[in-house]
């Protein structure tokens, strides 16, 4: 069963508005740095996920008009999980899914397909270049290197992929379906036309900006407690000759977010869980305030419940501050250490050399 997180509309307003669902937020597992997903088709790396992460179909609804609400696991069942890793500007995608009869034969779009839509920055409006808000402009192709999926991105996945690319990106940039910043793979034992279960596993890199050009390419900083925009589609078919989908489930219940960023609904990159975490984690960063007159300023990274800092600075001088601003006396290579003590117990983080001052 999915568990929705809920959230007063003044706090969902806090970055961002515009959304589909406003009353609803949805989560991204933060996975440990050294527990990172391996794409490989299994869903093995998911287990440490809870449930309360997992979005199935009961989220979704059909609004493209005449095709009716089909909704039935008999039919077809998914559930999605998405994730990040703190430090990596990728999002990870477990994909699981039960189908009566899957459809693959085709080498178009004539696929099942898992339709995502991110926006990285939430910045909103058209992202295809049929909805331009200048309508002159909808029929250029000119329009789709300038515009088409530059500022979010459209990735038509499709379930499975045999004899074609895992994924169609619906815009001027099919680079981004390819390493480094996306791969895929799935596992599943079923031909075209029988019934079976899918497990896909994917991740991709949001883009602020996404020209044709990767060399001038902005990619979205993926931060803790950041919101995005994001929302999915399934796309069912079930007859090989049929000229079109039965069915297009989707997270966002407006049609219209397949090409509209506004239409999406949010995403938070979430905190690590309290379960993978240590009781107490010392850590810290530093930026260099002056070079001149070696003034460093350090900030306090550590996790838990602390009371006590103590700094050496590697120069022979101490700090009980949490986050003090030293200045050095003489140019070095200096070993930091920063010790933390709270009702759980001490952690010690050092590193080595990485302040240097002239």
């Given at each position: 069963?999915?568990?929705?997180?809920?959230?007063?509309?003044?706090?969902?307003c806090?970055?961002?508005?515009?959304?589909?669902?406003?009353?609803?937020?949805?989560?991204?597992?933060?996975?440990?740095?050294?527990?990172?997903?391996?794409?490989?088709?299994?869903?093995?790396?998911?287990?440490?996920?809870?449930?309360?992460?997992?979005?199935?179909?009961?989220?979704?609804?059909?609004t493209?008009?005449?095709?009716?609400?089909?909704?039935?696991?008999?039919?077809?069942?998914?559930?999605?999980?998405?994730?990040?890793?703190?430090?990596?500007?990728?999002?990870?995608?477990?994909?699981?899914?039960?189908?009566?009869?899957?459809?693959?034969?085709?080498p178009?779009?004539?696929?099942?397909?898992?339709?995502?839509?991110?926006?990285?920055?939430?910045?909103?409006?058209?992202?295809?270049?049929?909805?331009?808000?200048?309508?002159?402009?909808?029929?250029?192709?000119?329009?789709?290197?300038?515009?088409?999926?530059?500022?979010?991105?459209?990735?038509?996945?499709?379930?499975?992929?045999?004899?074609?690319?895992?994924?169609?990106?619906?815009?001027?940039?099919?680079?981004?379906?390819?390493?480094?910043?996306?791969?895929?793979?799935?596992?599943?034992?079923?031909?075209?036309?029988e019934?079976?279960?899918?497990?896909?596993?994917?991740?991709?890199?949001?883009?602020?900006?996404?020209?044709?050009?990767?060399?001038?390419?902005?990619?979205?900083?993926?931060?803790?407690?950041?919101?995005?925009?994001?929302?999915?589609?399934?796309?069912?078919?079930?007859?090989?000759?049929?000229?079109?989908?039965?069915?297009?489930?989707?997270?966002?219940?407006?049609?219209?977010?397949?090409?509209?960023?506004?239409?999406?609904?949010?995403?938070?990159?979430?905190?690590?869980?309290?379960?993978?975490?240590?009781?107490?984690?010392?850590?810290?960063?530093?930026?260099?305030?002056s070079?001149?007159?070696?003034?460093?300023?350090?900030?306090?990274?550590?996790?838990?419940?602390?009371?006590?800092?103590?700094?050496?600075?590697g120069?022979?001088?101490?700090?009980?501050?949490?986050?003090?601003?030293?200045?050095?006396?003489?140019?070095?290579?200096?070993?930091?250490?920063?010790?933390?003590e709270?009702?759980?117990?001490?952690?010690?983080?050092?590193k080595?050399?990485?302040?240097?001052?002239?």
């Amino acid at each position: 069963m999915f568990y929705l997180c809920v959230f007063l509309m003044a706090i969902l307003c806090d970055d961002g508005t515009g959304l589909q669902r406003p009353e609803v937020e949805y989560k991204v597992f933060q996975f440990p740095a050294n527990q990172i997903p391996r794409i490989d088709g299994s869903s093995d790396d998911w287990s440490m996920v809870p449930e309360t992460y997992s979005i199935g179909m009961d989220q979704l609804r059909e609004t493209v008009a005449g095709l009716g609400d089909k909704r039935d696991p008999n039919n077809l069942d998914v559930k999605v999980k998405v994730g990040w890793v703190q430090g990596q500007n990728h999002l990870y995608f477990l994909y699981e899914a039960s189908d009566n009869y899957w459809d693959f034969a085709h080498p178009d779009l004539h696929n099942d397909i898992f339709e995502v839509v991110i926006d990285g920055d939430m910045s909103g409006g058209p992202l295809i270049r049929q909805m331009h808000p200048n309508e002159k402009l909808r029929g250029l192709l000119d329009t789709h290197f300038l515009f088409h999926g530059v500022h979010a991105q459209n990735y038509h996945v499709f379930t499975p992929a045999e004899g074609k690319d895992w994924a169609m990106v619906w815009g001027c940039q099919p680079w981004i379906k390819d390493l480094p910043y996306a791969n895929a793979a799935s596992k599943y034992n079923f031909k075209h036309g029988e019934s079976g279960k899918l497990t896909l596993e994917f991740f991709v890199t949001p883009f602020d900006y996404a020209p044709s050009d990767p060399a001038r390419a902005i990619q979205s900083q993926l931060k803790e407690n950041h919101r995005l925009g994001m929302s999915w589609a399934i796309l069912d078919y079930d007859d090989e000759k049929a000229k079109t989908f039965g069915a297009f489930w989707n997270l966002s219940h407006k049609t219209t977010m397949y090409g509209n960023a506004s239409d999406l609904v949010a995403f938070r990159l979430m905190p690590m869980e309290a379960s993978l975490r240590k009781a107490i984690e010392a850590d810290w960063s530093f930026q260099v305030t002056s070079r001149g007159d070696r003034i460093v300023a350090f900030r306090d990274q550590s996790y838990g419940d602390i009371k006590l800092w103590k700094w050496d600075f590697g120069d022979g001088t101490t700090s009980t501050e949490r986050n003090p601003t030293h200045r050095y006396e003489k140019a070095g290579e200096f070993v930091v250490i920063l010790v933390v003590e709270g009702p759980v117990g001490k952690a010690r983080r050092s590193k080595v050399w990485d302040v240097t001052l002239p």
